[in-house]
């Protein structure tokens, strides 16, 4: 999963944004970037509840954080209300 982060942080670093798609599972024991799936997305769970948007913020927490960008720069663009996502991370 690492190699895919790698990949995806030197994207960003190259092009200065990076879109991904992400499968958000929240409500789980642990947050954790867990896995990349075989189209590339990013299997990502959150403790948080789907409920009022903070699932959605703890992701975008997750992200800025691996990515080493403020919170402000990491955008969900496409799903949600749903656990697939399009995010859209600014360096």
């Given at each position: 999963?690492?190699?895919?982060?790698?990949?995806?942080?030197?994207?960003?670093?190259?092009?200065?944004?990076?879109?991904?798609?992400?499968?958000?599972?929240?409500?789980?024991?642990?947050?954790?970037?867990?896995?990349?799936?075989?189209?590339?997305?990013?299997?990502?769970?959150?403790?948080?509840?789907?409920?009022?948007?903070?699932?959605?913020?703890?992701?975008r927490h997750l992200l800025s954080q691996?990515f080493e960008v403020p919170l402000s720069?990491?955008?969900?663009?496409k799903g949600s209300i749903t656990k697939?996502?399009?995010?859209?991370?600014?360096?």
């Amino acid at each position: 999963m690492n190699s895919v982060i790698d990949k995806y942080k030197n994207i960003l670093k190259e092009k200065r944004e990076l879109i991904i798609d992400c499968r958000l599972s929240p409500q789980a024991k642990n947050s954790e970037i867990k896995e990349a799936m075989g189209d590339g997305a990013l299997k990502v769970r959150v403790s948080s509840s789907p409920e009022k948007g903070k699932a959605n913020l703890e992701l975008r927490h997750l992200l800025s954080q691996k990515f080493e960008v403020p919170l402000s720069n990491v955008k969900i663009i496409k799903g949600s209300i749903t656990k697939f996502k399009k995010v859209k991370i600014i360096k």
